[in-house]
């Protein structure tokens, strides 16, 4: 695993952390180009996590998935399968807590089945919210990818003209946060607020830390527990990720009354002065130096990124950016304007 073995803790720290007191879950569906890469991943390493419950909670794959983890429950006897017939990914972490927790489960431990862990994952989130007394922890994730598409999102998605420069993309630097990828939580404040909210397809993690903020719980993240996760392959389901992310978004603001963050605003401003620079330039041609200058700023990231990374791939980087920005944005606006309170 490289460097990312770097982030296993040494687990005889704290002795009275038995690996009973974890229940880890991974939600999937569809996912059999990645789930024996996620499974290997979580349990390398430890003999200790041959203990720890691992659920994965499938929403009804048509592909191979469920045979898959069949085969490598026989390998990992602590590996369960269950159906998830809501397929949600909220759903999944809800019903594999409700059935699969213990009298003596303390901390959950949410797996994404898209990602790479390094060595000794699970026990090291569990530690963290052990030693932190933190409601949550949070991770960064770090994106990688194989084909020239996936590597060029890869290269812009953590960056301020991808997904925004949030802190758990690609963040360095541990401490307290109001939201991050998900990884760990602590099953008291998981049970006292109700888990994750099933209405939401999407955003369902930071709707989730809005309840914890209220509820008087802290978020930590931490920077030396980190993962490598495979962004999408294709504009198409790039643009259909971004597109649901805007529309829980806009759900997560109306529920809560929330205000749009700077990096949040950016994109909807985008889409909005582009689309009202064409349909202004017939009668005004001047308008169209609004589209126009975000297509040039599209271009030169494009060019930047293949010079950053000496790769024509990186030409795809413009075209990556622009559909994370107009998909999240249109979607947010659809869910403004067509959605009902949740």
């Not at 296993?8 to 007191?21: F, G, H, K, M, V």
């Not at 914890?212 to 993962?227: E, N």
Request: aromatic residues 8%; proline residues 5%.
């Amino acid at each position: 695993m490289g460097a990312y073995a770097m982030a296993e803790i040494d687990t005889n720290e704290a002795p009275e952390l038995a690996p009973s007191s974890i229940l880890a879950v991974i939600p999937a569906l569809n996912e059999e180009r990645h789930i024996e890469t996620c499974i290997r991943s979580l349990m390398a390493g430890d003999a200790l996590l041959g203990d720890v419950p691992l659920i994965v909670a499938d929403g009804g794959s048509t592909d191979n998935t469920v045979a898959i983890v069949k085969r490598l429950t026989a390998e990992f006897p602590n590996l369960q399968l269950i159906h998830n017939p809501k397929r949600l990914q909220a759903a999944a972490m809800n019903l594999a807590v409700a059935e699969a927790s213990r009298d003596d489960t303390r901390y959950i431990v949410r797996c994404d089945a898209h990602s790479i862990y390094p060595t000794g994952f699970i026990l090291s989130v569990a530690k963290a919210l052990h030693t932190t007394g933190a409601a949550s922890v949070v991770i960064p994730m770090d994106a990688v990818g194989d084909t020239c598409f996936e590597r060029a999102n890869a290269w812009i998605v953590d960056t301020p003209l991808g997904s925004g420069g949030s802190a758990h993309r690609g963040g360095t630097t541990s401490g307290y946060v109001d939201h991050g990828h998900h990884a760990g939580f602590a099953i008291d404040m998981y049970r006292q607020i109700g888990g994750y909210d099933e209405t939401f397809s999407h955003n369902e993690d930071a709707e989730y830390d809005e309840r914890v903020a209220q509820a008087g719980g802290k978020i930590y993240l931490d920077a030396d527990i980190r993962i490598r996760y495979i962004p999408r392959g294709s504009i198409g389901r790039l643009a259909k990720q971004y597109f649901n992310y805007g529309k829980g978004r806009a759900r997560n603001v109306r529920k809560h009354g929330q205000k749009l963050k700077v990096r949040q605003a950016l994109p909807v401003f985008a889409l909005l002065a582009s689309t009202g620079g064409l349909v202004a330039s017939p009668l005004f041609l001047p308008a169209l130096v609004l589209p126009m200058g975000y297509a040039g700023v599209l271009a030169a990231t494009s060019v930047a990124v293949a010079i950053w990374k000496r790769s024509p791939c990186g030409l795809l980087a413009g075209l990556i950016s622009g559909t994370i920005h107009m998909s999240w944005a249109a979607g947010f606006l659809k869910e403004v304007l067509t959605g009902t309170r949740p």
